[in-house]
């Protein structure tokens, strides 16, 4: 089993929807968890991290869900500019380093 | 505040020759790490290190080799280049293990 796995999409959805990626991990001692993004031919940029509690930014709200070992992202009101590759990271703890580990990504597209 | 910045930004090599790919932080960041992503496919670690001196290999280290002299610099060396090292090289930071690491904008290399 991959330590993280994201359903690759692609989605592709009309401005304004509503959309929400899943992910999975492996390790339930996991303790790090963030979403990132990457616009084609881009280097990955943090959006968010992921907080047991649940948390949001603006449009974006993360979920976790330990019990599960599965996070999620909603993103509301989606733009055109929300179009990118969501990528799901998690800390693997255990490692001396506590080393990230990347999902593939989920693609997106919003058109207009 | 440059981040973190990455040279060149893309090479072209023929089968054999040797070359260094830069990487340089200006955050204080112990934590560096050098990954490359593949078309399509997820970022893969190849190397990493915990501070100056300190230096480890990720998942895919054959063909690759790193020094961290100063806090601030972490090249990666390939020695015989091959076609299978044809990706894109991102190198990234963090101030702790398992926190959020920032990217540079990566190298894209072909090998021919």
């Known amino acids: 089993r991959k330590e993280v796995e994201q359903d690759p999409g692609p989605f592709n959805v009309p401005e304004g929807a509503t959309v929400a990626f899943n992910c999975t991990y492996s390790?339930?001692?996991?303790?790090?968890f963030f979403w990132y993004r990457q616009d084609c031919r881009k280097e990955p940029k943090l959006l968010m991290s992921?907080?047991?509690s649940g948390n949001e930014d603006g449009r974006f709200t993360a979920q976790l869900n330990r019990a599960s070992q599965y996070i999620s992202l909603l993103i509301r009101d989606s733009k055109l500019s929300d179009s990118a590759t969501y990528l799901c990271?998690?800390?693997?703890?255990?490692?001396?380093?506590?080393?990230?580990?990347f999902g593939r990504g989920t693609q997106l597209t919003v058109w207009p | 505040n440059a981040g973190v910045t990455q040279t060149p930004k893309f090479r072209i090599l023929k089968i054999g020759q040797s070359m260094t790919l830069q990487c340089a932080q200006d955050?204080?960041?112990?934590?560096m790490y050098w990954y490359r992503q593949d078309p399509g496919m997820g970022l893969k670690l190849i190397y990493y290190?915990?501070?100056?001196?300190?230096?480890d290999k990720g998942e895919v280290p054959n063909g690759y080799n790193v020094s961290r002299s100063t806090t601030e610099d972490f090249p990666l060396r390939l020695e015989l280049a091959a076609p299978s090292q044809t990706s894109v090289y991102f190198c990234?930071?963090?101030?702790?293990?398992?926190?959020?690491?920032?990217f540079g904008d990566g190298t894209r290399l072909s090998i021919l």
């Open positions: 390790n339930s001692a996991s303790q790090s």
């Open positions: 990271v998690v800390n693997m703890r255990g490692s001396t380093l506590g080393r990230l580990y």
């Open positions: 955050m204080n960041h112990n934590y």
């Open positions: 992921v907080y047991s």
């Open positions: 290190s915990v501070g100056a001196g300190i230096t």
């Open positions: 990234a930071s963090s101030y702790e293990g398992g926190g959020p690491q920032h």
